[in-house]
């Protein structure tokens, strides 16, 4: 029997007995049941848990325990705790774990769910009796006093709203947040002992909620996030072709310097588990792909647009008629008095040259915003570099900017809300990707994410595994005083990442713009991501620095109000 008929055998059979457990419990706990999914990640993820191997391994919700295993074989684990609330329903996998003689695998029970997060729980009933005891600077043992949690978050009920999972944060990823954001910073719970790592699966709608591809999904918990954890997504599905995204030009670019990251790690992922432009790029090369990109956006990537084109062309052919009952290419222009029906397809033609002319010419006064915002960003960089300019010189450079600004602030006053919001949408994305130092996290993976197939999930609903491990920051400096500013200031200017910087620091007390920007240097730096004009840096686009600067400035502030009164205002 091949591997491949074993495999199947493995997932089908796997399946119709999660079928029944799913059916008796009511709710559904998306898993991976796929051996061959399991071993390309352990390929992509196994240099970066070398430091891992004999560490103490913390198992929440194992399921079928196929993942788990596979983990436990790479790391071989001092001792690999199962935390699976639903025991008695999955014993056919978990209990030939813990019969193995000499087993390191141990079962844990938890009356409540809340206790599964708390690492005192785990002391208390002795379940990692060897954590503290190493002597400082120990390295007998490559991974001995190391904590790694897996976990499957993906639940969800039968009957749940698609805005629970996409609005907010669902429970379980509260956990994810409590553990990768908060816990690091008193270095307590999971990390009494030191840095843990957290490896997650989670439904792949909800990835974004910590790992945005795009500006215009970065949020607060983003931000807090990014402020204590380095997060990568080591496996998803791709991306559907209605979620928002960024301009096609940058995400190459971002590919471009993933793949030479992956080269210089020694890092390879088979073509078959990329993403289209990674697998395109690899396999036809950089120059083949930007001139792909190039005749794609000439002849329009919309299918609405093909199919404008194809009628169009069929009309100029004399392959349709405009009327009903008329012969092949009969089109009448001008007035007439004779009343004639439409053929279907010429209706559809007029209404699609219709759309297609109001987007060239959405497309066209977008086109303008953008191209004076980068002319001022230029400006703006090229001021604060040229340090031979005398004080004439320089007091001519600002007035051409100045009038820059102004010129740009008449433009987009005359725009409507929803051609604004697609330009600074588009300009917001392009000033985050920086490419010495972009502000999304998604464009310092190190390699691209191995992509999934549903059926490589028990109950096709995409799951994605992401990787989760604390690190120092800017912000890590600050004083427990100054966090809890950090998290008030974010908690209330993030209610609208769109606003400028100026206004919400405003809507979150009066006045707090005067006070706070003077003090934060880095806002009106562009060679930091700032902008001269203030009023063009949207909330959206702060990064560490600034946060961190605003913080300080908070703390400063002899006329800052009561946080108290922040919290309950925006929470």
Known sequence: MSVLSKASIFIKSTAQQLDIINRTLGTVRPQVISPDLCDDIIRRLAPSLKPYVGCDIIDINPGICLWSSKIHELVKPRRHILVEPQESWYTPWIRPLLDVPDTRYHLAHFERESDIWDYEQYKDKGLLPEQGDEPAGSTSVIGKGKILVLANLGRYTRHVKKSAATKKLSESLRRVYEFSNRYPQTASSFHNHGPARLLVWMLDLEKTSFLPRTISLRRRYTVLNERSCYVEEIAGSVLLSNSRQREASIELESCIATAKRMSL?????????????????????????????????????????????????????????????????????????????????????????????????????????????????????????????????????????????????????????????????????????????????????????????????????????????????????????????????????????????????????????????????????????????????????????MIRELAVAWDNWKYSPRFGELFQKFS
């Open 265 to 545: 790690n020694g890092i390879s992922i088979p073509s078959s588990r990329l993403d289209e432009m990674p697998r395109r790029l690899r396999e036809d090369g950089e120059e083949a792909v930007r001139e792909a990109m190039v005749l794609n956006e000439a002849d329009g990537n919309r299918q609405w647009q093909r199919e404008l084109f194809e009628l169009q062309k069929a009309f100029a052919n004399g392959e349709k008629s405009q009327f009903i009952g008329g012969p092949p290419g009969y089109v009448i222009k001008g007035k007439t008095n004779v009343r004639r029906k439409f053929t279907p397809e010429f209706k559809r033609f007029k209404a699609l040259e219709t759309n297609n002319n109001s987007a060239l010419s959405r497309k066209a006064v977008i086109d303008g915003v953008l191209k004076l915002d980068e002319k001022i960003r230029q400006l703006e960089k090229a001021l604060a570099l040229d340090t031979s300019l005398d004080h004439v010189q320089r007091v001519d450079r600002s007035r051409d900017l100045d009038l820059a600004i102004a010129r740009y602030r008449e433009l987009l006053a005359k725009q409507t809300d929803r051609r604004l919001s697609q330009a600074l949408f588009v300009a917001d994305d392009r000033a985050a990707w920086n490419p010495d130092h972009p502000l999304l996290l998604w464009d310092h993976r190190s390699a691209e994410p191995i992509i999934t197939r549903p059926d490589e999930f028990y109950h096709p609903r995409p799951l994605a595994l992401l990787d989760f491990e604390p690190q120092s920051t800017p912000l890590s400096t600050l004083t427990d005083v100054q966090q809890s500013y950090l998290e008030g200031i974010l908690l209330s200017i993030f209610v609208s990442p769109t606003l400028s910087v100026g206004d919400a620091l405003n809507r979150m007390a009066p006045g707090a713009a005067e006070a706070l920007i003077p003090q934060a240097p880095s806002l009106q730096d562009p060679l930091r991501g700032g902008r001269r004009d203030v009023d063009q840096l949207r909330v959206r686009v702060l990064t560490l620095e």
